[in-house]
Structures are given as structure tokens and as C-alpha cells.
């Protein structure tokens, strides 16, 4: 068993897809849906597009060359330029220097203009906190400490974002930094390289399920709406005991497969999760006003495909093989 599983991974599947324009159209499609939270993680942490897109360039070009290197290409410099699309100078620049850290972006208006209010001494007061300032003004204001950063942002729109963020409160005319520094929640660090794992092989699953013509991975789901809040507590609970129950079994196997795999050669790695999320539903768009008293349609059928499953309450249930 082990060495017909080393064989079969050791071998390159066949792709299921070839790039084509039909092929690009959907992804593109689909890739606005699965970028939309990481986009939202990246705002919620001061991450803008420009440094983002340029942390972009080494992630396409890596999965450029490990393409490469899976159907039996020399990764040239060339070779990766044409395949990932990233100008031929930043290729060569990224090999250069392959373990550098990415290179920072500006941070966003309104974290300069927070951290130099925390920390220049023009304004903060004898006990070292930031001292509260006026709304508008032309010195020692929140107005005048926004200018000196920058002319092209409405000072307003910068209080604007620090309200959002919760770090500034306004006490009549006086604007109040919440907090004297910028601190991580606990265990940030860790729980974020958690995160990015734990979404990183879920998205590999399914994506080597939609583009190989490999064994498919486990990468299923369930789906309901017209739900209440009750209704979404009672099945987050069953979620929560379904993976209780879970992770005991698959962790009591792991650990006898780990212990027995200790004298062999075994270089493969796993991962198993699972994850619940609810949020309203978005009302659909109506070419005309529903009749009175119509109630809106409600789903939870099953629904299986190859790479997930959806359950939906109506039509009756329904295997696909």
C-alpha cells in the first residue's frame, strides 16, 4: 500500500484543462468571488492594491515555475516571463534575489497620519500620549498633521477611516486618539499563518480536482438559506460536534499512520479542516414587483459535483454520480 501510494503521486497527472480564452473568461469570472474576503482580510490589515499586486509578481511567477517543472519544462527566465505574464527585468530581478521579503508598499494615509501622531512629540503631551487635536486649525491640528502628509486626501476623509477603524473618537470639536499604540491582537502572527494554510490547502484541493485528471481530493460542502438566527445557531452547533467527532477519528488514525510510517521513506504531507459561515443573503435582482404576499424561494437540495456539494431543500434530494 505504501509504495503504490509513493508511485501514484510521484507520477504528473494530466491536466483536465488547457489555457484557452473560454477557459480564462470563467476563472477570471470566478477569481473575483474567491479574491472578494481576501481582499477584505488585506484592507482590514492596511494592505492597498499597489503593494499587493507587487507581492503579486513572486507569486505567479513560483507557481509559474513549479508548473514548469510538473510537465517536464526548463524554467527559463523566458519560459516564466511568457507563462506568467511578468515583465522579463522583474523575473530576472526575482531570481536574483529568490528569498528576499517582498518589497513594502506606502502604508495607507491614515496609519501615517496615526503613527506620526503617536509619535512626534509636537503631538503628544507631557505624559508621552497623543494629545487630542483640534478638528481643523493651522498648527497642532488633525487638519495640519494630515496636510503635512499629504495635499491630494481630504483631511475629513482620513477621519473618516480612523473612525471606521475605531482608533480616533470625536469629542465635540476635538478629535481623541483610543489608544497610545498600535497593538497586535494576541497571537496575530500565529493565527495568520494558520489561516493562510489552512485556506491555502483547501483552495489547492479544489483546484487540483477542477484542473488534474488525479484521484480527486475530499472538498465537499453544504448549503441552505432562508434560515433564521436560531436555525443558524442550532446547525453551527451540529457543525461544530460533526467535526468533534471527526478530528478524534482522523487524528487517532494520523497518529498510528505517523508512527508506523517513521522507518520509511514517506515525504508526503496532509491536511484535514473544516470550516461554517453564514451571513445574509443578497435579494436578487427583479425585473418586476413579486405578488403580494409571495414568500422568496428557499434552498437545501442536495446537489454533489466533483470538487463540492451543495445541499438545497427542494427538489427532492438527488445523487449525481
Given at each position: 500500500?505504501?509504495?503504490?501510494?509513493?508511485?501514484?503521486?510521484?507520477?504528473?497527472?494530466?491536466?483536465?484543462?488547457?489555457?484557452?480564452?473560454?477557459?480564462?473568461?470563467?476563472?477570471?469570472?470566478?477569481?473575483?468571488?474567491?479574491?472578494?474576503?481576501?481582499?477584505?482580510?488585506?484592507?482590514?490589515?492596511?494592505?492597498?492594491?499597489?503593494?499587493?499586486?507587487?507581492?503579486?509578481?513572486?507569486?505567479?511567477?513560483?507557481?509559474?515555475?513549479?508548473?514548469l517543472e510538473r510537465a517536464g519544462t526548463r524554467a527559463t527566465q523566458s519560459a516564466l516571463s511568457l507563462l506568467s505574464g511578468v515583465h522579463r527585468k522583474d523575473v530576472r530581478e526575482l531570481a536574483e534575489a529568490p528569498d528576499a521579503a517582498p518589497a513594502r508598499g506606502r502604508p495607507p494615509l491614515s496609519s501615517q497620519v496615526f503613527t506620526r501622531w503617536l509619535t512626534d512629540s509636537r503631538f503628544r503631551g507631557a505624559d508621552g500620549a497623543p494629545?487630542?487635536?483640534?478638528?481643523?486649525?493651522?498648527?497642532?491640528?488633525?487638519?495640519?498633521?494630515?496636510?503635512?502628509?499629504?495635499?491630494?486626501?481630504?483631511?475629513?476623509?482620513?477621519?473618516?477611516?480612523?473612525?471606521?477603524?475605531?482608533?480616533?473618537?470625536?469629542?465635540?470639536?476635538?478629535?481623541?486618539?483610543?489608544?497610545?499604540?498600535?497593538?497586535?491582537?494576541?497571537?496575530?502572527?500565529?493565527?495568520?499563518?494558520?489561516?493562510?494554510?489552512?485556506?491555502?490547502?483547501?483552495?489547492?484541493?479544489?483546484?487540483?480536482?477542477?484542473?488534474?485528471?488525479?484521484?480527486?481530493?475530499?472538498?465537499?460542502?453544504?448549503?441552505?438559506?432562508?434560515?433564521?438566527?436560531?436555525?443558524?445557531?442550532?446547525?453551527?452547533?451540529?457543525?461544530?460536534?460533526?467535526?468533534?467527532?471527526?478530528?478524534?477519528?482522523?487524528?487517532?488514525?494520523?497518529?498510528?499512520?505517523?508512527?508506523?510510517?517513521?522507518?520509511?521513506?514517506?515525504?508526503?504531507?496532509?491536511?484535514?479542516?473544516?470550516?461554517?459561515?453564514?451571513?445574509?443573503?443578497?435579494?436578487?435582482?427583479?425585473?418586476?414587483?413579486?405578488?403580494?404576499?409571495?414568500?422568496?424561494?428557499?434552498?437545501?437540495?442536495?446537489?454533489?459535483?466533483?470538487?463540492?456539494?451543495?445541499?438545497?431543500?427542494?427538489?427532492?434530494?438527488?445523487?449525481?454520480?
Amino acid at each position: 500500500m505504501k509504495r503504490a501510494l509513493s508511485a501514484h503521486h510521484s507520477t504528473r497527472p494530466k491536466a483536465r484543462v488547457q489555457p484557452s480564452a473560454e477557459h480564462a473568461e470563467i476563472a477570471l469570472r470566478e477569481a473575483r468571488l474567491l479574491m472578494a474576503p481576501v481582499a477584505l482580510w488585506l484592507l482590514r490589515n492596511g494592505v492597498s492594491y499597489p503593494a499587493f499586486a507587487e507581492t503579486l509578481k513572486a507569486v505567479f511567477v513560483d507557481t509559474s515555475r513549479r508548473e514548469l517543472e510538473r510537465a517536464g519544462t526548463r524554467a527559463t527566465q523566458s519560459a516564466l516571463s511568457l507563462l506568467s505574464g511578468v515583465h522579463r527585468k522583474d523575473v530576472r530581478e526575482l531570481a536574483e534575489a529568490p528569498d528576499a521579503a517582498p518589497a513594502r508598499g506606502r502604508p495607507p494615509l491614515s496609519s501615517q497620519v496615526f503613527t506620526r501622531w503617536l509619535t512626534d512629540s509636537r503631538f503628544r503631551g507631557a505624559d508621552g500620549a497623543p494629545r487630542p487635536l483640534p478638528r481643523t486649525g493651522a498648527r497642532r491640528s488633525f487638519e495640519a498633521l494630515c496636510r503635512e502628509l499629504s495635499n491630494d486626501v481630504h483631511p475629513r476623509t482620513v477621519l473618516d477611516e480612523l473612525l471606521r477603524l475605531g482608533l480616533v473618537e470625536l469629542d465635540g470639536e476635538q478629535v481623541v486618539a483610543r489608544t497610545a499604540s498600535f497593538v497586535p491582537a494576541a497571537r496575530l502572527d500565529e493565527m495568520t499563518a494558520m489561516f493562510s494554510s489552512n485556506a491555502a490547502d483547501h483552495l489547492a484541493a479544489a483546484v487540483s480536482n477542477l484542473t488534474l485528471r488525479d484521484a480527486p481530493f475530499l472538498e465537499q460542502s453544504v448549503y441552505a438559506d432562508g434560515l433564521t438566527a436560531e436555525s443558524i445557531d442550532v446547525l453551527h452547533q451540529a457543525a461544530r460536534q460533526a467535526w468533534t467527532q471527526a478530528f478524534e477519528a482522523v487524528v487517532k488514525q494520523a497518529r498510528e499512520r505517523v508512527d508506523g510510517d517513521q522507518a520509511s521513506d514517506g515525504a508526503l504531507r496532509m491536511r484535514f479542516g473544516t470550516y461554517f459561515f453564514s451571513e445574509p443573503v443578497a435579494a436578487p435582482e427583479r425585473s418586476s414587483a413579486p405578488a403580494p404576499g409571495a414568500r422568496p424561494a428557499r434552498r437545501a437540495a442536495a446537489e454533489p459535483t466533483h470538487t463540492s456539494s451543495s445541499v438545497r431543500r427542494a427538489p427532492r434530494p438527488k445523487k449525481r454520480s
